[in-house]
């Protein structure tokens, strides 16, 4: 599985942003697809999640103004992003497929997204 994702981008807080992830192969509708996001000088966390059913998971931070969704046809998950703040600002990343250890075995290139207060 090869992952593309796009949609990141300059914008004013309190704006919005959706970022999409397009993904290669043939196991991205019976896959897990999550986000991923990574300040300067921060670890890398997690944003949101969504099952191949369709259920998603939100970190504190994102729930209420983040929704996650994916269209299987399209092989593209989707996170639309509201009320942006500054501490937004970070490189996302979007991941598939979860191993037995509960890891994300594929992940994409990042789309730099960058909050103005």
């Known amino acids: 599985v090869q992952l593309q994702a796009s949609g990141g981008g300059l914008v004013q807080a309190g704006g919005s942003l959706r970022l999409s992830c397009v993904a290669s192969?043939?196991?991205?509708?019976?896959?897990?697809v999550a986000w991923f996001r990574q300040a300067p000088g921060k670890e890398r966390e997690f944003v949101a999640s969504i099952s191949w059913s369709g259920s998603s998971t939100y970190a504190d931070s994102a729930r209420g103004r983040f929704t996650m969704s994916r269209d299987n046809a399209k092989k593209t998950a989707y996170l639309q992003m509201n009320s942006l703040e500054s501490d937004d600002t970070a490189v996302y990343y979007c991941a598939a497929q979860i191993n037995i250890r509960g890891e994300y075995m594929y992940w994409g290139q990042g789309t730099q997204v960058t909050v103005s207060s």
């Open positions: 192969g043939r196991t991205f509708s019976s896959s897990s």
